[in-house]
């Protein structure tokens, strides 16, 4: 059973750091892996998209990575601003579904 | 245009009541999804159908019947719903072809449900 985990579960930094984001998943078979940005109350709103057959997305100050092998793929966002603070999710697609699991989330304030 | 929409925003309903949860997209997508979540816990998937047809139901229980009357629209009828079954509902769409954005899911704002 596809289980997918997120670290740290919560997450507080100066503005302009570099962070990276952390999502662990225990089945390696996957289609595709999703993150997501959601504001309080709000709905998800989709950052990047990795293919299992991609190593790498990036959209602006955004970068997501993926390592199947090892179950792993990392959100890293340059130059923190407090309008990035949200929590965190990603999702994976398990093949010939349309099954999406969701990691447990980091909950990120960037402070002023 | 990468929107869904959800009406309504809020929804306070009793235990006796009968009330919809609507979702519209006009991206093309033949997936739709209804999930649900808690505070300070990830969505967690309903139903999800594929061309017009049930695809998934994640064993929920039958208070909540799902209904997809064409491509652009699903529907979750609520009918004899537990104070539990306070939350966000939230519905998404996906194409399913092939190509770099294939599978992407995207999010309507969901409806927040109350259930007195």
């Known amino acids: 059973k596809q289980e997918v985990t997120q670290i740290p579960a919560a997450l507080s930094v100066p503005e302009g750091e570099n962070l990276v984001l952390n999502c662990s998943f225990t089945d390696s078979a996957i289609y595709n892996l999703q993150w997501f940005r959601q504001d309080p109350g709000k709905g998800l709103t989709s950052l990047l998209l990795?293919?299992?057959?991609?190593r790498e997305q990036t959209s602006g100050r955004l970068n997501a990575s993926l390592d199947k092998s090892s179950g792993r793929s990392t959100l890293y966002i340059a130059a923190s601003q407090p309008g990035d603070s949200a929590t965190y999710l990603c999702a994976v697609r398990q093949p010939g579904t349309y099954k999406y699991i969701f990691g447990t989330g980091t909950r990120l304030k960037v402070l002023a | 245009d990468t929107e869904v929409t959800q009406t309504p925003k809020h929804l306070v309903m009793g235990m006796t009541n009968k009330k919809s949860l609507k979702c519209e997209q006009h991206m093309g997508h033949r997936a739709m999804y209804w999930y649900k979540q808690k505070a300070k816990k990830p969505p967690e998937l309903m139903f999800v159908?594929?061309?017009?047809?049930?695809?998934i139901n994640e064993s929920v229980p039958s208070r909540f019947s799902p209904e997809c009357p064409n491509s652009s629209l699903l529907n979750l009828h609520l009918h004899a719903l537990q104070p539990e079954d306070s939350a966000l509902y939230l519905c998404a769409s996906s194409s399913n072809g092939a190509g770099p954005s294939s599978y992407e899911q995207y999010f309507g704002p969901g409806t927040r449900l109350t259930v007195t």
């Open positions: 990795i293919q299992s057959s991609q």
């Open positions: 159908y594929s061309y017009e047809k049930l695809s």
